[in-house]
T-cell receptor, first 112, second 111 residues
Framework: DVKVTQSSRYLVKRTGEKVFLECVQD?????MFWYRQDPGLGLRLIYF???????EKGDIPEGYSVSREKKERFSLILESASTNQTSMYLC???????????FGPGTRLTVT | GEDVEQSLFLSVREGDSSVINCTYT??????LYWYKQEPGAGLQLLTY?????DMKQDQRLTVLLNKKDKHLSLRIADTQTGDSAIYFC???????????FGRGTSLIVHP
């Protein structure tokens, strides 16, 4: 019954490393999203994609990039990880017309 | 811009009903969602309601929507300790890709 999966639950990286976070959904959804969640700041949208190879910046895109080469997979890339990118990262997907939006289990990233 | 407001905390006794409230500002909202987040986990979709409905019931969960007042509520009947979590409401406007999330209500269930 798994719908949205993320490549890692926990990840520890060093400052300056390139980090890839992968998200896969099996519901044939057009829209996919990357959020980060920090205490006291709620959910903040980093990037979203409304279709394959299409991407739009969210509220906090600085320091991140994304890739959507296939419909089911949406990758978040930290080009050069920094300590202020330590956070919980959440991926989500939804059909293009609205309706059910599902989240993955999250990746807790620590940058040291 | 759009805004979604929730109270931060709610404390209830096990077996009582819980009512979590949410207000939103966007009059063109089409879908309204309730999510549950347990510690260290992602957001679990509990239920959602289309804006032309005023009520939806699913087992112990009842969602009420008052479009005139832009008020959404989630009632959990017979609240259990396993219901302790953070509950988020969100709304999606017509023609938008991006839902707006509230900050979450932390539900504490005590014996």
């Amino acid at each position: 019954d798994v719908k949205v999966t993320q490549s890692s639950r926990y990840l520890v990286k060093r400052t300056g490393e390139k980090v890839f976070l992968e998200c896969v959904q099996d519901m044939d959804h057009e829209n996919m999203f990357w959020y980060r969640q920090d205490p006291g700041l709620g959910l903040r949208l980093i990037y979203f994609s409304y279709d394959v190879k299409m991407k739009e910046k969210g509220d906090i895109p600085e320091g991140y990039s994304v890739s959507r080469e296939k419909k089911e997979r949406f990758s978040l890339i930290l080009e050069s990880a920094s300590t202020n990118q330590t956070s919980m990262y959440l991926c989500a997907s939804r059909p293009s017309g609205g309706g059910e939006q599902y989240f993955g289990p999250g990746t807790r990233l620590t940058v040291t | 811009g759009e805004d979604v407001e929730q109270s931060l905390f709610l404390s209830v006794r096990e077996g009582d009903s819980s009512v979590i409230n949410c207000t939103y500002t966007d009059s063109s909202s089409t879908y309204l969602y309730w999510y549950k987040q347990e510690p260290g986990a992602g957001l679990q979709l509990l239920t959602y309601i289309f804006s032309n409905m005023d009520m939806k019931q699913d087992q112990r969960l009842t969602v009420l929507l008052n479009k005139k007042d832009k008020h959404l509520s989630l009632r959990i009947a017979d609240t259990q300790t396993g219901d302790s979590a953070i509950y988020f409401c969100a709304d999606l406007s017509g023609g938008s890709y991006i839902p707006t999330f509230g900050r979450g209500t932390s539900l504490i269930v005590h014996p």
